[in-house]
């Protein structure tokens, strides 16, 4: 997959795609029905995905708590697992805030990349302060030469699939419902960082990932599938996972712990990918140490049970 950032600079061979544009967040159900879509369109071009990033929410409001399912650098990652070959994902900045739905049209889809098709969904907004719809990018495409596709809004058990209802599902503790709506299991991907390593002296050595900039899950305890994706360990584990801020230690900000069964060996530095299957339980203070070690074992117990009979 070939990843292009600026619309005013393309290779020839980037040209010409037939793509689904949005912001992907999550890669659910619903935007995989859309990459379908433009992938039948017009199966002889290559398929892409136009997207964003900064996400345009995180451009107008810097400062509003997370929301984000997946990074860019995974959103990437699921993209291509897809068969997506171009992802134009594009700096949006005030210039691309500013344009009219017309010199969108006209400037980024059909001189910048020159698209063959593009697909969006029913509800599809774009242009300065969302003044476009999906009937105006009918129209444009009718006059400057692409074809266009309107997506329906996919429905899940009466009710609509949306990163909303995702990020409702993930906050009420449901990482299940969310994987029905996603169509694979809510992850948290990113790098391992050094702790304060007192799992390691309590025998539960964990690997600790920032969640920094992405929307929160439920805290407290899940069984989770772990896929360490570089490093000399690379490979797919089971393994018990802490979401959140340590209250028995008093820690502030909030991260994901995790405990790979059946492991042992540095995993410093590697990328990991954490896949959330159920929730066990909320955090907890503990009278002692002892009482924290007793109740993680179970917790470790409770997370193999889960995680063999997948």
């Known amino acids: 997959m070939r990843i292009i950032r600026d619309h005013q600079f393309v290779e020839p061979e980037d040209r010409g795609a037939s793509v689904a544009i949005g912001n992907f967040d ?5 935007h995989q029905s859309v990459i379908d879509l433009a992938r039948q369109a017009a199966p002889e071009a290559p398929l892409g995905i136009m997207t964003f990033e900064p996400h345009p929410r995180e451009f107008f409001a810097p400062d509003a708590p997370p929301f984000r399912l997946m990074r860019g650098s995974t959103r990437a990652h699921r993209l291509e697992k897809l068969g997506v070959k171009r992802l134009y994902e594009l700096n949006f900045n005030a210039s691309l805030a500013g344009l009219t739905p017309e010199e969108f049209a006209k400037g980024v889809i059909c001189d910048g990349l020159g698209l063959t098709h593009v697909v969006v969904g029913a509800d599809f907004c774009f242009g300065k302060g969302r003044s476009g719809n999906a009937q105006d990018i009918v129209r444009f495409g009718q006059d400057m ?25 993930l906050t009420e503790g449901r990482p299940r419902d ?3 709506m996603l169509g694979h299991w809510h992850r948290i991907e990113g790098e391992v960082i050094g702790g304060e390593q007192r799992g390691r002296d309590l025998g539960y050595p964990t690997a600790n990932m920032s969640i920094d900039g992405l929307h929160p899950p439920r805290f407290g305890v899940y069984a989770v599938l772990v896929d360490v994706l570089d490093g000399p360990h690379q490979g797919s584990y089971h393994g018990a996972a802490s979401v959140g801020t340590r209250p028995m230690f008093h820690g502030e900000q909030p991260n994901i712990e995790t405990f790979l069964l059946d492991f042992s060996g540095d995993l410093y530095g590697a990328t990991l990918s954490v896949g959330l299957i159920d929730y066990l339980r909320p955090e907890m203070t503990f009278d ?23």
């Open 26 to 30: 999550g890669v659910h159900v619903g």
């Open 145 to 169: 030469g692409f074809g266009v596709t309107i997506a329906p809004l996919l429905e899940r058990s009466e009710n609509v699939v949306s990163s909303t209802a995702i990020r409702t599902a």
């Open 178 to 180: 969310a994987a029905t």
């Open 288 to 310: 002692g140490l002892d009482a924290l070690v007793a109740q993680m074992d179970a917790d470790c117990a409770k997370a193999q049970d889960i995680l063999a009979a997948l």
